[in-house]
C-alpha cells in the first residue's frame, strides 16, 4: 500500500491534453502510471463526479472563478480520498459546460461517505455521481490510448 500512495504523492506525475470534440473544446488532464492500481484487482468501480456550469463565453470551458472553485473542491476531495488510497483519482474531463472526475474505488459505500465529509465545508455544488462497474479500468484505458493519437 505505502508505493501506491507513493505513487499519487511523491512520485505523482499528471499530463495534460486539449483539443475539440462535436465541435466543443476539451480539456483533458490523467494519470498515466496507474497500472499498479489497476494489478491490486481492488479498485473495480469508477466514480464520476460531474459538475454541471454556466460557460461565461462560446468555449463552454469554465470562468476563472468557477476553476479556482473546482480547484479547492478537487483539493478537498482528493486529500481525503486518496490519503489512505480508498479511491484514486484518474483522469479529469472538462467541457461542454460539464467537468467529469473519473476516480477509481474500492467500498463505495466508504467513499460516498467521504465524499460527503469532504464536500460539507462548501455551499451546495451543482454535481451529480455516477457508479459504474468497471473492474478492468477501460475508461482509464481508452484515455491512455487517445492520447498517444
Given at each position: 500500500m505505502k508505493n501506491?500512495?507513493?505513487l499519487v504523492t511523491e512520485?505523482?506525475?499528471?499530463?495534460?491534453?486539449?483539443g475539440e470534440n462535436d465541435e466543443n473544446v476539451f480539456l483533458l488532464r490523467f494519470r498515466p502510471h496507474l497500472e499498479s492500481?489497476?494489478?491490486?484487482?481492488?479498485?473495480?468501480?469508477?466514480?464520476?463526479?460531474?459538475?454541471?456550469?454556466?460557460?461565461?463565453?462560446?468555449?463552454?470551458?469554465?470562468s476563472e472563478w468557477d476553476l479556482e472553485f473546482m480547484e479547492n473542491v478537487e483539493n478537498s476531495l482528493v486529500d481525503i480520498l486518496e490519503s489512505d488510497?480508498?479511491?484514486?483519482?484518474?483522469?479529469?474531463?472538462?467541457?461542454?459546460?460539464?467537468?467529469?472526475?473519473?476516480?477509481?474505488?474500492?467500498?463505495?459505500d466508504e467513499t460516498i461517505k467521504r465524499i460527503n465529509q469532504a464536500?460539507?465545508?462548501?455551499?451546495?455544488?451543482?454535481?451529480?455521481?455516477t457508479v459504474e462497474e468497471d473492474e478492468n479500468w477501460s475508461?482509464?484505458?481508452?484515455?491512455?490510448?487517445?492520447?498517444?493519437?
Open positions: 501506491l500512495i507513493e512520485n505523482d506525475l499528471w499530463t495534460g491534453a486539449e492500481f489497476i494489478k491490486t484487482g481492488e479498485y473495480k468501480k469508477r466514480l464520476i463526479i460531474t459538475w454541471f456550469y454556466e460557460s461565461t463565453d462560446s468555449s463552454l470551458l469554465p488510497i480508498q479511491a484514486v483519482l484518474a483522469f479529469v474531463y472538462t467541457s461542454g459546460n460539464e467537468r467529469e472526475w473519473n476516480w477509481y474505488m474500492k467500498d463505495k464536500l460539507s465545508e462548501f455551499e451546495k455544488i451543482p454535481i451529480e455521481l475508461e482509464y484505458n481508452f484515455v491512455l490510448e487517445g492520447a498517444k493519437e
